[in-house]
């Protein structure tokens, strides 16, 4: 007696996506990255799952730093985005977190606050993103202020972010690579270490192989490219998104479903609703077409995604469907990435929407 919308997530894959990142640099370290909720999968049970093979974790705030300090994380914890006020650098002193230093006020608030223990440092290159980062001409200046304070612990990283390294044709990451290298070159210290690395270098720029490397959306199971790439067709999906159906009926042609009636029968229909809709996160710009697995096969979402339902053609199926039977919207079987290109977006959006409503179970 529930509804039966829920998440599975299992763990054990998301343990081999990470090792398949480990296994593909084996002398870089690799740095999970669970922000975001852990793109969606549930922060702390991420982390719990990877922490015996973890030597530290990503994420993109304070906030989420401290939950997993909470739930008595214990590796190192570096906020992408760095500290947002002088208090944070304090916070961060005392919590073992490591702070990306990405521009001035950063870099002042981290020499100037008066700290117990030094904090460990990356330091951001803008190599094109023109996001976040230190202008590459200025990295031997900001690395010498970091570097000669008694706030910072050795071992600065220099860190770096790719815009198109998904696209594996594109020229742009090694423009990135070549700005970024010249950049380590006017510091000219043998012993720095570097990080480039997202999921999409990780699988298919292998002459991106730095200390750190920072995997995400990969970890999850699914591909950042949206071509087939051999490293990434070996990822397993961690999300089963699924619930049932709730309701059945047969329609005549010419008969509309759902709001605003935006899809009309051509032929006698039978339509299956389910129990999942925007209020969950499934994605209200999902359109007439979107793939829903029941029974093992892609039926059509037709009509309007509602709040807490949507509606699917089930007419070509072959066996009979009945109230109760469960319906996957995406995981293993049906890729995430596959429901979000029907949708105009990518399948980390899709991931990070699930709504606090659906019970997640870890498996
Ligand atoms: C989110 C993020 C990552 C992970 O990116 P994926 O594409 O999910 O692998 C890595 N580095 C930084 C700075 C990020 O913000």
Known sequence: MSRPTS??????????????????APDSQSMPIVKANAYGH????????????????????????????????RQPILLLEGAQSADEVLVAAQENFWLMVENRPQLEAMVNTQLQKPVKVWIKLDT????????????????????????????????????CADNLTNKFTKQQLERFESAIQTIAKPDILKSLANSAAILGWPEVRDHWQRPGYMLYGNSPFSQPQHNADRLTAVMQFKSAVISTRNIDPGQSVGYTANWTA??????????????????????????????????????????????????????????GEPVTLWGPELPVNEVASHCGTIGYELLTRISARVPKIYL
């Open 128 to 163: 094109g993103m023109h996001r976040l980062g230190f202008h590459p001409e200025d990295a031997q200046s900001v690395y010498q202020q970091l570097s000669s304070s008694q706030n910072v612990a050795k071992q600065i990283v220099i860190a770096s972010h790719f815009a």
């Open 266 to 323: 051509q032929r006698p229909s039978s339509i299956a609703t389910i129990a999942v809709g925007y209020g969950d996160g499934y994605p209200r710009q999902a359109p007439n077409g979107t793939p829903v697995l029941i029974q093992g096969r892609r039926c059509p979402l037709v009509g309007c995604v509602s709040m807490d339902m949507i509606t699917v053609d089930v007419t070509d199926l072959p066996q009979p469907l009945s109230i």
């Open 42 to 73: 549930g922060t702390v049970q991420t982390a719990k799952a990877l922490a015996e093979m973890a030597p530290a974790f990503g994420v993109a705030c304070i906030e989420e730093a401290l939950e997993l300090r909470s739930a008595d994380i």
């Open 7 to 24: 998440a599975i997530i299992d763990l054990q894959a998301l343990r081999d996506n990470f090792s398949l990142a480990q296994s593909l």
